[in-house]
């Protein structure tokens, strides 16, 4: 798939999440998810819940463990009716891979129901140390000749859904996910150039995810991915950039922790037609994300690289906050170092930072 295609490909992913937009993302407030308990007892419980009879800490990220709630949205207590019984087990607390995939039996929901996938924020303040006035490429076609007086200081803000299409593809295994991320650089200081967007990345992509239960080296084994990715900027030559991917997905966890590998194989262009043909060795052939929740903060690090070596070695790191402020208002911070801040800067080196409000973090 080429830019050329990239306005069927969002079309294509915009129709399958518009069709999930009217069942809200299941949460302990979404009194529809109570319908996929069979368990009379948790399902009352879940309608108290949901109804707001079970009153939740402001900005509190999981459930009071106090607090009697269904087990499709919290284990870490069982409800009501079963605490009383004297010799009832004590489920461990809802894992954060399966509160966003749906991986364990008593957490799949169906399909349709519109979810977040990456984080969601706005950053009024996104600056940077070296802003990229003269973006370049090997190919001819894709070189600027003429230097942009960009401000160092901009905004940049995040969307990211994702729906489950297929539940079950193999009998009681295998789930299909489509999902959107699209991130924008907006110059709204820059008076001079008019307020322009520098730069915009549009992120369709497909997923099979399978659930997945082993354990190595103290982790557990809990989710296997394979997607097939496009990312674009959408715009004309000389600014084009694109690729497309083919990305595993191999994701471990503890108690509060995630890390998830993601190798990826990019799909060949025609010399002609290829952007950006050295991107591998700028954004990569692989990264490594890790969250890790302690209360109710959230830290995620991300980790990426070329995997050669020489002058084909390069890398980035972004390292994100997100932190309670006042009610169930998230603050967001963000920094980043290396190459690939954005598809345009593929192959420019520079320390980004910017802070804001986060709609939605990781888990």
Not at 124 to 141: G, I, M, Y
Not at 163 to 188: A, E, I, M, P
Not at 234 to 258: H, K, M, Y
């Amino acid at each position: 798939m080429s830019r050329h295609t990239l306005p069927a490909a969002l079309a294509l992913v915009g129709s399958a999440l518009a069709l999930g937009a009217h069942a809200q993302n299941p949460d302990p407030t979404d009194i529809r998810a109570c319908t996929a308990i069979e368990s009379d007892a948790q399902r009352l419980a879940c309608y108290d819940h949901a109804t707001g009879r079970v009153n939740l800490p402001a900005a509190q990220k999981r459930s009071d463990p106090t607090t009697a709630t269904p087990e499709i949205f919290s284990r870490e207590t069982r409800p009501a009716v079963a605490a009383a019984e004297p010799n009832a087990e004590v489920d461990k607390p809802l894992s954060l891979l399966d509160s966003r995939w749906e991986l364990a039996p008593e957490t799949r929901l169906g399909t349709l129901n519109l979810r977040g996938y990456r984080p969601v924020y706005v950053m009024p303040v996104f600056a940077t140390n070296r802003q990229n006035d003269l973006p370049q490429s090997p190919n001819p076609d894709n070189r600027s000749s003429d230097s942009e007086h960009l401000d160092n200081v901009e905004t940049k803000f995040q969307l990211s859904l994702k729906t489950k299409l297929w539940q079950g593809v193999f009998g009681d295994t295998g789930d299909v996910w489509v999902g959107y991320t699209q991130s924008s650089r907006w110059q709204v200081y820059n008076k001079e150039l008019s307020r322009p967007f520098r730069e915009t990345n549009y992120e369709p992509e497909a997923m099979l995810v399978f659930n997945t239960n082993y354990h190595l080296f103290g982790w557990n084994g809990r989710m296997l991915g394979l997607s097939v990715d496009h990312q674009s900027n959408g715009r004309g030559n000389p600014l084009s950039r694109s690729w497309n991917r083919v990305i595993a997905n191999v994701g471990f966890e503890r108690e509060n922790w995630v890390v998830m590998l993601r190798p990826w194989w990019r799909m060949p262009e025609t010399a002609h037609n290829d952007d950006n043909p050295d991107i591998s060795d700028y954004m990569g052939r692989g990264e490594m994300q890790i969250v890790h929740e302690a209360g109710t903060q959230e830290f995620g690090l991300m980790l990426r690289h070329s995997l050669r070596g020489g002058d084909r070695s390069h890398g980035a790191a972004r390292l994100t906050w997100s932190f309670p402020l006042a009610g169930n208002m998230r603050g967001y911070a963000e920094l980043f170092h290396g190459y690939g801040e954005s598809l345009i800067d593929y192959n420019h080196k520079a320390t980004y930072a910017g802070v804001g409000i986060s709609l939605l973090d990781w888990y």
